[in-house]
């Protein structure tokens, strides 16, 4: 089952909504690969749940990859799905088993829950699910070479109303980079352990994946259907420079086009290797450059354990700002920031925030993406306040609306009017001609954390 807000890939609010689930793909794929058939739904693909009991009748097992932000509707749907099937199994795993198990095993729905990599164990786990606990430990694979391509017509087809436009099994574009656009992932974990993230609470350590598979992949699938552009999903690409170097050295030759992508960073590995970067600005097309700023507030960062400082984001900001300037003079496309930045973190005061929004004035080639600090479980920051009762993301509503009030005791009605440029004034004091010219409204940019 392909999990998404009901009708999510039959009128979508957005291009991300449209994104393929990798997990999904590459588990499906590995099934398929053993002699295991299965068929697919998706809740992102109905707009109401009684076209789900109907579709759903008549299975044995349902087999679903929950993170936070699905939860509910993997809860529902396992319910529907116990109701129809009473004597069927929902095998569930996935991110938000790995972090709010508690959660998990309150659903009766759940026959098992599976935490971790699933890769080594779903093929076992399908074929005789009576053999195993209710809750597992799953396995991955050492590295991603492991990992068979995804066969991309595993995926969910878009509704009717949407095929013109959706190049399945490739994806839309989303204004990062022409369409269709291939979203691939390189590397599985990040190192790092910022406090409001979860992202090295589910995956222990794995290999990268080699640079020549990627740019196979990449060029299988521009044979094939004809690549516009990439996205490389990882949480962390800008990660071991050695891999990096490679990259920069093999994409160029033997990709069959050297497609711009989006991909992300950190500023103070910028910072640490600026002549890495620029060689991948340069040489690779890395023309999307997605990095968690977060805020521009030394205090706040700190806080974050982001182990990042003002002092990195203003350098790879300069930088940006250099070679989209000198990209501009020799007629190409400058790159672009995918800024992500965070408001509403419990202990952020005016000033913080007016010194984020200072940042974010002085990009000159930038998305902005901000949202509202989410305590999801899996995080230090999320556990903690969950633990303290300030959390106001129940189990029911994990991510709804960009606007929702997520923390007790964050003064909303401040970030709102931020947001829509009333502090304007005060946030463009102290800045260049070129920043203080932007509009103050940011109300577009405020996206679901
Ligand atoms: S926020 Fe980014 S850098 Fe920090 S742990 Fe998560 S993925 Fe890594």
């Not at 890769?119 to 195993?132: G, R, S």
């Not at 962390?236 to 086009?257: C, V």
Request: with cysteine; aromatic share 12%; hydrophobic share 35%.
């Amino acid at each position: 089952m392909d999990l998404g807000d009901l009708g999510d890939l039959v009128h979508p609010n957005g291009p991300h909504e449209q994104w393929q689930d990798h997990g999904l793909g590459l588990l499906r794929t590995i099934l398929h690969q053993n002699g295991i058939q299965t068929d697919l739904l998706s809740t992102r693909a109905i707009t109401s749940w009684d076209q789900l009991r109907k579709q759903i009748q008549g299975y044995e097992i349902l087999l679903m990859n929950v993170r936070s932000y699905t939860f509910p509707v993997a809860r529902k749907s396992a319910q529907i799905f116990k109701e129809v099937n009473p004597n069927g199994m929902v095998l569930a795993g996935g991110m938000h088993a790995t972090v709010a198990v508690d959660e998990m095993e309150a659903v009766p729905y759940f026959d098992r829950i599976c935490q971790g990599p699933g890769e080594n164990i779903i093929v076992d786990l399908v074929k005789d699910p009576h053999a195993f606990p209710r809750v597992i430990m799953g396995v991955g694979a050492k590295s991603m070479a492991e990992w068979p391509m995804i066969d991309r017509t595993l995926w969910p087809k878009p509704h009717r109303r949407l095929r013109k436009k959706f190049p399945w099994p490739l994806e839309p574009e989303c204004g990062w980079g022409p369409g269709p656009v291939a979203t691939i992932l390189t590397s599985r974990v990040c190192p790092w352990q910022c406090v409001f993230c979860n992202e090295s609470s589910y995956i222990p350590n794995m290999g990268r994946k080699p640079v020549d598979m990627v740019i196979e992949e990449l060029n299988y699938l521009d044979n094939k259907y004809g690549v516009g552009s990439v996205v490389i999903h990882d949480s962390m690409f800008f990660q071991h420079p050695k891999w990096l170097e490679e990259w920069i050295d093999k994409y160029p030759r033997k990709a069959n086009k050297v497609w711009p992508y989006w991909a992300a960073g950190r500023s103070d590995t910028v910072r640490q290797w600026p002549d890495l970067f620029e060689a991948l600005v340069r040489e690779t097309n890395w023309n999307t450059i997605s990095i968690g700023f977060e805020s521009g507030s030394d205090r706040i960062l700190r806080l974050l354990n982001k182990e990042c400082t003002e002092e990195d984001n203003n350098f790879a900001i300069e930088l940006v700002n250099r070679l989209g300037e000198e990209f501009e003079r020799e007629g190409r496309q400058p790159p672009k920031f995918w800024a992500n930045i965070m408001l509403g973190i419990p202990g952020e005061t005016r000033e913080d925030a007016f010194k984020t929004m200072r940042m974010l004035k002085t990009m000159k080639y930038v998305f902005p993406s901000i949202s509202y600090y989410a305590p999801y479980p899996g995080s230090a920051l999320g556990y903690q306040l969950i633990a303290e009762g300030k959390s106001l993301m129940s189990k029911d509503n994990y991510h709804r609306f960009p606007d929702d009030e997520k923390v007790k005791g964050v003064d909303y009605q401040f970030y709102r009017e931020l947001l829509a440029g009333k502090y304007d004034d005060e946030i463009n004091r102290g800045l260049a001609d070129y920043a203080r010219k932007k509009s103050g409204d940011y109300r577009e940019a405020l996206v679901k954390a």
